[in-house]
């Protein structure tokens, strides 16, 4: 499903930080190519926060509330 907030308040960010800063480049090449960073920035960590649980699991990195169950076999939420 298409994520209109998520443009549209992209978007709006990226002109109104044009209108603030004149040092900015202007035109729609720049605010498409901000944009689109922008999005592809959180579509990244969205993924990243989906996955790091199997991640930090597959390499032994900490995790939060991993050190916990393993030494005393609860999770967070069963406390």
Known sequence: MFNSAEWFGTTSAVL???????GNDRGAAS???RV?????????FDVLREFWPEVSRKFNLPFRGW???ETTGKTAASH
Request: proline content about 5%; overall charge negative; aromatic content about 4%.
């Open 16 to 22: 109104l930080s044009n209108t603030d800063h004149p």
């Open 31 to 33: 605010i498409a190519t």
């Open 36 to 44: 689109g960073f922008s999005v592809l920035q959180d579509m990244g």
């Open 67 to 69: 050190r916990e169950t």
